[in-house]
């Protein structure tokens, strides 16, 4: 079955104390995995896409990288409004058009 | 930018009644997704839609229905509207398959909290 994994559930920072979020997925091809961010009450916000293992992509204090089983963000010197929590997903290359959520990291960072 | 609306930010309704959730995208996307969002349970599809009156079930369609008779429109219907279905329900709209392979990103709605009493 395919699935994904993200971990921790939960990460308290100090303000300027670098951290990452992992991604890990157990499936039957690849096709793109994504980055999102939500705010609480909102909809999720796009920020990365990666398509294959060695590819890294970055916006401002995040840098997503991807390997063949997992991924990782991660976020330099954040600022609390870095707070969110970042949701994983993966579309498969098999299949049809949808994408497959992990239950998402909450972060939160403190001044 | 991609614009995904949704008709409504809250919404309170009765055990029982029809509910119609509304979702327009302004991209010519082909594809249209709607998501239901619960704590410790993720984002999880209901059903989507990847052509004007195409659709296919999701991992969670049971009590729900869809209707897509414009490309700009994805509704989704709640047939008779439970308790057990008050949640965060998000749209989300993206480039086909047979047209874009890499700009497959879904761009999301700001979501409609759906309370059923």
């Known amino acids: 079955e395919d699935q994904v994994t993200q971990s921790p559930e939960a990460l308290r920072l100090q303000e300027g104390e670098s951290s990452s979020l992992n991604c890990s997925y157990t499936?039957?091809?690849?096709?793109?995995l994504f980055w999102y961010r939500q705010d609480p009450g909102k909809g999720p916000e796009f920020l990365f896409t990666l398509y294959s293992a060695g590819e890294e992509k970055e916006k401002e204090r995040l840098k997503a990288t991807l390997t063949k089983k997992e991924s990782f963000l991660h976020i330099t010197a954040p600022k609390p409004e870095d707070s969110a929590t970042y949701l994983c997903a993966v579309r498969l290359r098999f299949g049809n058009e949808k994408l497959t959520f992990g239950t998402g990291t909450r972060l939160t960072i403190i001044p | 930018d991609v614009k995904v609306t949704q008709s409504s930010r809250y919404l309170v309704k009765r055990t029982g009644e029809k509910v119609f959730l509304e979702c327009v995208q302004d991209?010519?996307?082909?594809?249209m997704f709607w998501y239901r969002q619960d704590p410790g349970l993720g984002l999880r599809l209901i059903y989507f839609?990847?052509?004007?009156?195409?659709?296919e079930k999701g991992d969670i369609p049971e009590g729900y229905s869809v209707s897509r008779e414009k490309k700009e429109r994805f509704s989704l219907i709640l047939e008779s509207a439970s308790t057990n279905q008050t949640s965060m329900y998000l749209c989300?709209?993206?480039?086909?398959?047979?047209?874009?392979?890499?700009?497959?990103?879904?761009?999301f709605g700001q979501g409609t909290r759906l309370t059923v009493v």
């Open positions: 499936v039957s091809g690849l096709r793109g």
């Open positions: 839609s990847y052509d004007v009156k195409m659709k």
């Open positions: 991209m010519d996307h082909e594809n």
């Open positions: 989300a709209s993206s480039w086909g398959r047979r047209l874009r392979i890499r700009d497959t990103e879904a761009f």
